[in-house]
């Protein structure tokens, strides 16, 4: 009788718990920002990658300053930026909680001002939930080894 009292009482205590998400649905979640990330440079959508980017995202690529969300803004709303080609590859997804890593290659085609470029990159991008909602608080890229 005591057994099946604590049975009973156990159960109605860990439906009390918050439930987490299943790491399915984080990285489901992942993906589809992923999406908005790539789509929003293709289109120059500077609103977009507003709402993606936390407000003290740091972007360190090759061949450039280290980049803040202010110094991106400028950058995007300038209008000196364009993308003809923004395609990523080999992606993973990894959920930790309220943290997210995404990992892959990524190959772009730009021009900045006049000055074109093709790049091949390996990234790393991390994501926070701030305040329910993920954002970009990291993003690291490296030149791709040369098959």
Do not use: C
């Not at 998400?21 to 979640?29: L, Q, T, Y």
């Not at 789509?39 to 977009?48: F, K, Q, R, V």
């Not at 992606?91 to 190959?107: D, K, N, Q, Y």
Request: net charge neutral; hydrophobic share 45%; charged share 20%.
């Amino acid at each position: 009788m005591i057994l099946a009292l604590l049975s009973v009482v156990s159960l109605a205590v860990s439906g009390l718990q918050t439930p987490q998400a299943a790491p399915a649905k984080v990285e489901d979640a992942i993906a589809r920002l992923e999406t908005t990330w790539n789509e929003a440079h293709l289109h120059n959508d500077a609103a977009a990658l507003d709402r993606l980017w936390a407000p003290g995202l740091t972007v360190i690529v090759p061949e450039m300053p280290l980049l803040s969300k202010p110094d991106l803004l400028k950058m995007w709303r300038s209008m000196k930026l364009s993308f003809s080609e923004y395609a990523t590859t080999a992606v993973e997804v990894h959920a930790f909680g309220e943290t997210a890593v995404v990992t892959g290659r990524l190959h772009r085609s730009r021009d900045f001002g006049g000055r074109t470029a093709t790049e091949d990159w390996l990234f790393t991008k991390t994501y926070a939930q701030l305040d329910g909602q993920w954002k970009v608080v990291a993003y690291h890229a490296s030149n791709a080894p040369k098959p």
